[in-house]
């Protein structure tokens, strides 16, 4: 790692050399400026880590180098130094950006710790924003899989909604990738350099859960020996994900429809009320209209929580996706392992498509995690697969059939499947499908099926 660059903008020469000397000691890049126009200059001009500044200058003083500093790179760390230290001056500074206040004469063993301090801070900034940026390319819409129709419907949805403050429910089975969606909603808004903060309501107890929610005062209850933040406070500015939000007990329901309605609350054992900006986007397995019924979730909550209903399709009903995703996941467990496997083949492929999947997207990457760590050769096979996908005649006998295809489309997916199954045998073929072998010829001819 490079050492980091400091400039030290000083009008007395003994201080500035002398500053100068102790800071090379260290291992810094040092650049020097005696006056504050030079310093203008240079900031604009030098790629800085640091900035260490005398308050009164000639020329420019030191605030407005502070100014222009962060105006120009705001993760840049600066640090005043002035013989005329007032309160309302080292008020102003930290107002304005500046890591820290220092009075002359100069403590040079104090000096290097908040030099320490500051660019340790800064490296963590810069991790931060490095990280965030990661984050938002990663969950991409457009890196969602999903060519299927309720798809591409479902991300045009997310487009239009995105940059909205309007709560979003998610509905699907597990492992249908609502968290994916809710973070795909959450870094395609304005809100995408703020937290995303997350919960599983159903992990937590109801007490803890209140809690993790709203935070606590020290001494709200047995063990709450300092002041906490909740999620809530956690996720201000930003977006907060309820995942399985249909465990969450009444009286926590009737505090998360005050947060819905007013966007105040207050912490578990206090009276103080906070106000906060969060958008909230829910998650749920459940029929909560099946729950409000039952009188286990709250109505007026859920027409809260229901503003954009977006109800996500189980695999078993987007098919036509599950090449794409096995595509993905055998390029990401090839890479996390060091294999070189190539593909799948057609048997293996076939049972994947014809497979139940409870367990949605989670079971399929499940199982070519498993298939990649099996497999002997470059291409999965069926062996590869766990036994439950290889379930003989029965699957063998299942055609799939989506809404939308053409007679074509149809034909030929069942001539396919059947030639699969009699090994390519065209009499036993035509005799199964009840029509003349040169009939089936023909249509093996138009269909392109030879």
């Known amino acids: 790692m ?31 400026s005696e006056d504050g126009n030079d310093a203008l200059r240079k900031v604009r001009r030098e790629n800085l880590d640091l900035l260490l500044t005398d308050l009164k200058l000639p020329g420019a003083d030191g605030l407005k180098i502070l100014k222009e500093a962060k105006r120009l790179r705001p993760e840049v760390a600066v640090i005043l130094i002035t013989a005329y230290g007032t309160i309302e001056s080292a008020i102003e500074a930290i107002r304005e950006g500046a ?67 309007s709560t979003v429910l998610l509905e699907g089975e597990s492992g249908t990738g609502k968290e994916l969606l809710a973070s795909a909603i959450h870094y395609s808004s304005p809100r995408a350099h ?45 977006t907060l994900f309820l995942d399985e939000i249909s465990e969450i007990p ?77 595509d993905h996941f055998l390029a990401k467990y090839n890479r996390e392992n060091d294999k070189k496997i190539q593909g799948i083949s057609r048997s293996a492929l076939d049972a994947l498509w014809n497979y139940d999947w409870r367990g949605n997207i989670r079971e399929l990457e499940n199982a070519i995690e498993r298939a990649v760590a099996l497999c002997r050769g470059n291409i999965i096979d069926l062996k590869d697969l766990p036994s439950s996908f290889n379930l003989g005649d029965r699957h063998k006998a299942i055609i799939p059939i989506e809404v939308g295809m053409s007679l074509k489309e149809i034909e030929k997916e069942v001539i396919r499947r059947t030639l699969s199954q009699a090994k390519g045998k065209r009499v036993k073929v035509a005799k199964i499908l009840g029509i003349g072998v040169s009939t089936l010829y023909r249509k093996m001819k138009e269909l392109e099926l030879e």
């Open 250 to 326: 009444r009286l926590t329901q009737i505090k998360l429809l005050r947060i819905l309605q007013e966007r105040e609350f207050e912490r578990v054992g206090g009276n103080t009320t906070i106000k906060l900006d969060v958008r909230l986007i829910a998650a749920t397995n459940a029929n909560l209209k099946e729950a409000v019924e039952q009188g286990k979730f709250r109505e007026d909550l859920y027409y809260r929580l229901n503003v954009v209903n977006i109800v996500i399709p189980p695999l078993r009903e987007r098919r036509e996706d599950i090449p794409l995703l096995v």
């Open 99 to 165: 890591e820290d206040y220092l009075t002359k004469p100069i403590n040079v063993g104090h000096l290097k710790h908040l030099i320490r301090k500051a660019l340790g801070r800064q490296v963590l900034l810069r991790e931060n924003v490095y990280l965030r940026q990661e984050l938002k390319k990663r969950y991409k819409l457009e890196n969602i899989i999903g060519q299927a129709p309720r798809m591409q419907s479902i991300f045009e949805t997310i487009l239009q909604i995105a940059p909205t403050k």
């Open 194 to 238: 703020k937290p995303f903060i997350k919960v599983s309501c159903a992990s937590l107890s109801d007490g803890v859960l209140e809690s993790e929610l709203f935070g606590h005062e020290k001494g709200a209850f047995t063990g709450a020996i300092s002041q906490r933040k909740g999620r809530f406070e956690l996720a201000d500015g930003g």
């Open 2 to 32: 490079p050492p980091a660059n400091i400039l030290v903008v000083e009008d007395d020469k003994n201080t500035r050399e002398g500053l100068c000397r102790v800071l090379k000691k260290e291992g810094y890049q040092v650049i020097l």
